[in-house]
């Protein structure tokens, strides 16, 4: 269910939410964390506070030290350095009367002499330290604003009477801790021991620690809506872009996109949206090829189809030997130009599924020519007695980007199209150079009819045939090919009639490369 739901958010809904559910587990650990280290901070002055108050109690037991005004004044005296780094210490009598106060006495805990009586108090060492850290007899009670009296009662009524406790006193400038326990001495209480601390240092550090959380959480806070903004910004409204491009691609819309300002981008989306464009105008260039071409298709079919219907109606009713026998060569030659049309579009399509899956690499066309030539010479010489005549400008290389097989279907073509317009024993001129701009130059010149329009540009259009003597035998697709490769090829393909006698021209740029 969840990651079903995770599933339908946005990229950016997304982040926020996964941003969100990290920002709550975190803020949970650090609401226990500081909830503990106030106590924990107290737990530890608190059993310094307990072992001070057990070696005290011991001493003063083992010393039979009698718990008056006056024994106690001088035991304060003689052993002072064990309160070393304490506030005050306080004893009080059964009535919790004070009857010992190291601040009635002028003590200074940061002056008492560090002077050691190995005597009295070998009791404080380290054993008892860690027994009391074991028994963890630490009691945290809240007090503000009490008397001494009305803490030494609460600790009388209280289910930790016997053990030391620890009451926190808080009020505004001050944070202290207040650490009691009971003397007993043959199984009677005889007093009370108390230890007072300004504890204001665990205030001061829990407080930096909470300012510090809350610093980090706002600061987290602010560094996460700035990335949401740049991730918003800078990444998902470009490919929420691009998927409307894609969209308005999809239901032929007209509405305007902004895919030009992503391809001015020099980073990855800009890559993509070039390449998404380049792919669009090509996906569109073949749709409108095809459409256009099952158009020309569909119209050239029907003149024949046409043809061939009224030609079969009227065979059936001549009875004119002669008549019947016009009609038989018109059929002949409509099926003839079906066939072919048919023959050369499925051709077309097969070489259009292939180039889609040829890479370009450099390449000589020279010698590919060069093979051509020969080839189509041991034909000709053979059947019309027509010469092909290769030359080139001196130079040995000749490099394009291009496809081999298609440079040789492209001299082919135009081969077979100069060889129809001539007559037996007229010769064809195949020329490649390179000019002043460093493009390749293929001529292919012949003596046969030349073109009959002024307008050279149509010969290369599809099914356009400037030949009605030849019905049928062509379909009008083979200079439209050899268009379509040579654009293919980044080339330019013209054709002109000679000037200075007859017969055709179809001149052919390559772009050159270096080698």
């Not at 001493?59 to 780094?85: A, C, G, P, V």
């Not at 027994?131 to 604003?145: A, D, F, G, I, R």
């Not at 590919?368 to 080139?392: A, L």
């Not at 393909?493 to 052919?508: K, Q, T, W, Y």
């Amino acid at each position: 269910m969840f990651s079903k739901y995770l599933k339908s958010l946005s990229i950016l809904k997304k982040f926020l939410f996964i941003n969100f559910i990290i920002f709550t587990i975190i803020s949970l650990f650090t609401f226990i964390y500081l909830n503990n280290v106030q106590p924990n901070l107290i737990k530890k002055k608190s059993i310094k506070h307990f072992n001070v108050i057990d070696n005290t109690i011991n001493t003063l037991i083992r010393l039979n030290i009698k718990f008056d005004d006056e024994d106690i004044r001088k035991f304060l005296f003689s052993t002072r350095f064990i309160f070393q780094n304490l506030d005050r210490v306080i004893f009080f009598d059964n009535n919790l009367n004070i009857i010992g106060d190291t601040d009635t006495l002028d003590l200074d805990p940061r002056s008492f002499s560090t002077r050691l009586d190995e005597i009295e108090f070998e009791s404080l060492n380290q054993n008892k330290s860690d027994k009391n850290e074991k028994n963890n007899n630490v009691n945290l009670t809240e007090n503000k604003n009490l008397s001494f009296k009305d803490i030494l009662k609460k600790y009388l009524n209280s289910d930790t009477f016997g053990s030391s406790y620890t009451f926190i006193q808080e009020d505004l400038n001050q944070f202290k801790l207040i650490t009691i326990k009971n003397v007993v001495k043959d199984d009677l209480n005889i007093g009370y021991v108390a230890i007072t601390e300004n504890a204001s240092d665990i205030k001061i550090a829990t407080d930096e620690r909470k300012a510090f959380v809350v610093r980090s959480a706002i600061a987290v806070g602010f560094v996460i809506l700035i990335f949401s903004f740049v991730l918003s910004r800078y990444f998902i409204k470009p490919i929420q872009n691009l998927v409307s491009y894609t969209k308005v691609i999809k239901d032929k819309s007209q509405t305007k996109t902004n895919i030009e300002n992503l391809k001015s981008r020099n980073d990855e989306l800009g890559l993509l949206s070039k390449s998404l464009d380049d792919m669009t105008i090509e996906l569109q260039k073949r749709v409108a090829h095809a459409e256009n071409f099952s158009t020309d298709l569909v119209h050239e079919i029907r003149n024949p189809l046409a043809s061939l219907k009224s030609a079969s109606e009227i065979l059936q009713d001549t009875n004119n030997s002669e008549q019947r026998l016009k009609l038989l060569n018109i059929l002949s030659h409509d099926v003839l130009r079906i066939e072919r049309l048919i023959t050369d579009y499925s051709q077309m399509l097969k070489d259009e599924v292939a180039l889609s899956k040829e890479k370009m690499k450099k390449i000589n066309i020279e010698p590919i020519i060069q093979s051509v030539v020969e080839d189509y010479n041991n034909i000709q010489k053979v059947k019309k007695n027509i010469k092909i005549n290769y030359e080139n400008d001196g130079n040995e290389k000749y490099i394009i980007n291009g496809i081999e097989n298609r440079i040789e279907q492209i001299i082919a073509n135009l081969l077979d199209n100069s060889i129809s317009f001539c007559e037996e024993g007229e010769n064809i001129f195949v020329n490649i150079s390179h000019n002043e701009d460093k493009k390749i130059l293929l001529k292919i010149i012949d003596d046969g009819q030349g073109f009959k329009e002024k307008d050279t540009s149509k010969i290369f259009k599809r099914f356009y045939s400037n030949r009605p003597d030849k019905f049928g035998e062509h379909s009008g697709l083979g200079l439209n090919i050899v268009k379509n490769l040579v654009d293919l090829h980044d080339g330019e393909i013209v054709a002109s009639n000679r000037l200075d006698r007859d017969g055709a021209i179809v001149e052919i740029r390559f772009p050159g490369v270096e080698s």
